[in-house]
């Protein structure tokens, strides 16, 4: 794969508005989907009753992440968040688009700019939406850590804001 440079801004510019109404956009949708299709309280604990089958692993062979630039991540969690929106809005009952839209995003792999607190928030956000979908996806496969990292979450809309242009 051919290796694409990085576009630089001027250095004390502030991201554009705009960058964080798609952030802060694209966020909120996926925060929806994992609230709508998350778990629900009247469900048992995975580990009550009878044993149920264990689900699919997104990430089997688990290795570092491949790096990703900028636009090709940017790009492929844009094209995330409207398989989502389409999901979650009924215009999809199957999950196969949607998990299509993040086996490309996970295979496209992570910027090395994005910082271990960042890819800890989108190691949350990727995982809520396989687990939706009834499968997991280890930390390691996005290089995330796997214990809470504090501020993980707004690390990541942050890097999404300076990263991800609207």
Do not use: W
């Amino acid at each position: 794969m051919a290796k694409r440079t990085q576009r630089q801004g001027t250095a004390g510019t502030p991201p554009a508005p705009r960058s964080y109404v798609l952030g802060g956009v694209l966020l909120v949708a996926v925060l929806l989907v994992l609230f709508v299709l998350g778990p629900s309280a009247e469900e048992e604990p995975s580990g009550a009753g009878t044993t149920p089958a264990a689900p699919e692993d997104a990430a089997a062979d688990v290795g570092p992440p491949a790096e990703a630039t900028d636009e090709d991540f940017c790009a492929g969690f844009v094209a995330l968040a409207n398989s989502q929106a389409a999901f979650v809005g009924g215009g999809e009952a199957a999950p196969e688009p949607l998990q299509e839209a993040a086996d490309d995003l996970l295979a496209v792999g992570v910027p090395p700019a994005m910082d271990l607190p960042a890819r800890t928030g989108y190691h949350a956000v990727l995982a809520g939406i396989y687990e939706s979908i009834g499968m997991d996806l280890a930390p390691e496969a996005v290089g995330a850590a796997s214990t809470a990292v504090e501020g993980a979450d707004s690390a990541f809309t942050a890097y999404l804001d300076q990263r991800c242009p609207a």
